[in-house]
């Protein structure tokens, strides 16, 4: 496969950037250009600053680390509905997909081409796809964005930032006289977010004895050093992947962005969960039974260690084996129909999960946060719920109605679905 090239397309003030490869949309929905101080231009900013993070971190790139970024900066917005995003990352032997929000991603090969919205996620769309579509790649804002590619033009981007109305990362040599796959091959442009043939996932599998290709994901970034936001560009002033004869310069940029290792945490003004643990230097609340904090990555071990109340921040991430990602806020049950669960009734937030196996209940299982612990309980499902601990091979059954507390790379299978536990706060 020869190297991908990176194509604006024109018409759009919506935000592309080409940063060492890594391809970044973020919707601009006003008529006006966006500026450095405009939520776009300040998102965009943010979004580089992370994609430079993992490049630096992750050798070879997957894009499991900007997702892991990615993730963490959006769950310590304000309000991380106000930020529209689509990155491609591309990998050794296939590309990365991360989509947040009104951003459509639309995968094309000679046979087949699958689109993938933002929007139809609970939270966001992560998909790794082995191969790479041997067509292209496109990020489109909704209101622009087609169901197939566009025929290939010629406005190459290497590097920087500039306005238009999506990009394609087209692969393989140009080819006049090949149509977009789903008008070749007549295939219609699905809009699911699962696949089953091309992402690298966890395929159905109702069999709990079965092999199961996934692993532990990538764990949030923990240092115990925290960069002082020089960077790279300090001496001369300018940023090689974001400079100043592009649209948008590299200016410093107010909260809430992530830059240099450091997310600031944005408390609900009321509600949420009040918790007991300890304050690091920049006051976000950890579990007491950690090192580093979870949020910026300081050590702990320079505290009094006194433990003080505050509203607990979300406990990490289920993430579905097609990508879809589920923010551990308050409690939730999972199931084929859960709205009627007493779980529900009594505050936590039902989640339906698709499942062509049949051996899902209408409520499987639910999800706890007690203090800092994410457990897992089955609602007595016919089928089961089954654990597989990090490292392990074997599944477990859980016994029904019993909590079993889960830790980072837990993987949790009910029916023919697979759930993925990520959470920095278990991280000790």
Same mark, same amino acid.
């Given at each position: 496969?020869?190297? =991908? ?174 149509? =977009? ?108 039974? $950690? ?78 946060? $007690? ?58």
């Amino acid at each position: 496969m020869t190297d =991908p090239q990176l194509e604006v397309l024109p018409g759009g003030t919506h935000l592309i950037a080409n940063a060492d490869g890594v391809v970044v949309v973020v919707a601009h929905r006003a008529d006006i250009a966006a500026s450095s101080e405009s939520p776009a231009g300040r998102t965009m900013t943010a979004l580089l600053g992370l994609a430079r993070e993992a490049v630096a971190e992750e050798k070879p790139r997957t894009g499991r680390i900007f997702a892991r970024l990615a993730t963490t900066w959006l769950m310590n917005l304000d309000n991380e509905d106000q930020v529209e995003f689509g990155v491609i990352t591309p990998s050794a032997d296939g590309v990365a997909l991360f989509l947040h929000g009104g951003v459509t991603a639309v995968l094309e090969s000679s046979d087949r081409a699958e689109v993938l919205h933002g929007r139809d996620a609970g939270f966001t769309v992560d998909r790794v796809v082995i191969p790479a579509p041997d067509i292209g790649v496109g990020l489109f804002v909704d209101e622009d964005g087609p169901s197939a590619l566009p025929g290939r033009g010629i406005a190459g981007l290497e590097a920087g930032t500039v306005p238009g109305s999506g990009a394609v990362l087209w692969f393989g040599a140009p080819a006049a006289d090949r149509a =977009p796959a789903a008008r070749k091959s007549g295939v219609a442009a699905s809009r699911s977010v699962a696949s089953d043939d091309v992402d690298r996932g966890v395929g159905d599998s109702p069999n709990p004895s079965s092999s199961v290709p996934v692993g532990r994901p990538v764990g949030l970034r923990k240092s115990a050093e925290v960069d002082d936001g020089a960077g790279p560009s300090a001496e001369s002033g300018r940023d090689p992947e974001f400079d100043t004869d592009t649209l948008v310069p590299n200016v410093p940029i107010p909260v809430p962005v992530r830059t240099r290792g450091v997310v600031p945490v944005v408390m609900p003004d009321d509600g949420g969960v009040v918790v007991r643990g300890f304050m690091c230097s920049r006051q976000h609340l950890n579990d007491p039974r $950690v090192s580093f904090c979870a949020v910026c990555g300081i050590r702990m071990d320079q505290l009094t260690c006194v433990l003080t109340e505050g509203i607990r921040p979300p406990l990490g991430l289920l993430m579905l084996d097609d990508g879809t990602s589920f923010v551990l806020d308050n409690d939730i049950v999972l199931g084929r129909e859960p709205e009627h669960a007493a779980a529900v009734g009594r505050g936590a937030r039902p989640i339906r999960l698709p499942d062509r196996s049949g051996g899902m209940s209408r409520a499987h299982v639910q999800i706890r946060l $007690v203090e800092w612990e994410v457990t897992a309980i089955d609602q007595g499902s016919a089928n089961g719920t089954y654990i597989r601990m990090p490292g392990h091979q074997e599944w477990i059954r859980a016994m029904p109605n019993h909590p079993t507390t889960l830790v980072a790379g837990c993987q949790i299978l009910l029916g023919g679905r697979v759930l993925t536990f990520d959470s920095q706060h278990s991280q000790f």
